[in-house]
């Protein structure tokens, strides 16, 4: 199994080629390709599609060098603001971003589900369904033309009077499996975010049971189930032994991959070592993919 980590972080700090770098000699053997770091109209997604094409097949040529596959991609979030020109200028972003995914080889891209501010618990979620069902259905036609599979998350929202988080869009299994099979059961899978999981009803281990094969791709990090607070597995209230006990029984064969964002930039041990607290990730990552092994 690959053992993966989220480039956001290391990026932002170090550049495309370094901040990579770190990770690989860290012992991470895949990536997840976070374009989710840049706006949606950020130069590189507008500017001439010779420059576009070139930036992500010299990452592909360096990435191949040092030995580190692109396991999975994020693409930009978020995909809905209810402004429709917003709207369309980050369509057109995602469509760069699936094309983009192509040229590093990763076979899948992880979009987030439109998310109206409206739809808290099970408030609004029919009319929500039909928003997504033509939203991703707009995106099939690109991810069969880059031969790339979409990923759908299981998301969260916020309610304010309670000042907690909620469910939303895909907090369920069942309602997570319904998108994914709606759409194309070809050309979509499920990204399980397990630190989502643990903030909403349905637990991780229950999610990958309703969910099976169609997870390809998991988002890993922990919180302490109230908030979402991306850490690494073990520093929150997430029962790790359910959750990899789960994925070995559905014979999870993705990546293993790390989203655990605030065990970097929340730590004062990363300014002072990245690369140590990229080893104590990996180390971390590496022992609980063991466990999923089958």
């Avoid at 709606?182 to 281990?205: K, Q, R, Y």
Wanted: glycine fraction near 6%.
């Amino acid at each position: 199994m690959l053992v993966s980590c989220h480039t956001k972080y290391f990026v932002e700090r170090f550049g495309e080629y370094e901040g990579v770098k770190i990770l690989k000699d860290a012992g991470f053997n895949a990536i997840d390709f976070n374009m989710n770091g840049y706006a949606y109209d950020f130069p590189l997604y507008k500017g001439p599609a010779k420059e576009f094409i070139a930036f992500y097949q010299d990452l592909h040529a360096y990435y191949e060098k040092i030995g580190i596959k692109v396991g999975q991609a994020h693409a930009v979030n978020p995909t809905y603001t209810q402004d429709s020109q917003v709207d369309r200028a980050i369509f057109d972003t995602l469509v760069r971003n699936i094309q983009a995914a192509s040229l590093l080889e990763c076979p899948y891209i992880v979009i987030h589900p439109n998310i109206p501010s409206i739809y808290k618990y099970d408030y609004y979620r029919a009319e929500t369904k039909e928003i997504n069902i033509e939203f991703y259905g707009r995106l099939l036609p690109y991810l069969k033309q880059y031969g790339v599979i979409g990923l759908i998350e299981n998301m969260f929202n916020w309610d304010e009077k309670k000042g907690v988080i909620c469910p939303t869009v895909c907090s369920y299994g069942w309602e997570l499996k319904e998108y994914a099979d709606m759409i194309d059961s070809e050309w979509f899978g499920v990204c399980l975010d397990i630190g989502h999981a643990n903030l909403t009803p349905d637990s991780a281990a229950t999610m990958i049971e309703v969910l099976g094969p169609r997870i390809k791709a998991l988002h890993v990090h922990d919180n302490d189930g109230v908030s979402d607070q991306h850490l690494c597995p073990y520093l929150g209230t997430t029962d790790w032994e359910a959750v990899t006990a789960a994925l070995a029984k559905i014979q999870y064969s993705g990546t293993f991959n790390l989203e655990s964002d605030k065990t970097v930039y929340a730590n004062r041990f990363f300014e002072l070592s990245p690369v140590e607290t990229a080893k104590q990730m990996y180390r971390i990552a590496a022992e609980l993919a063991k466990k999923i092994n089958f």
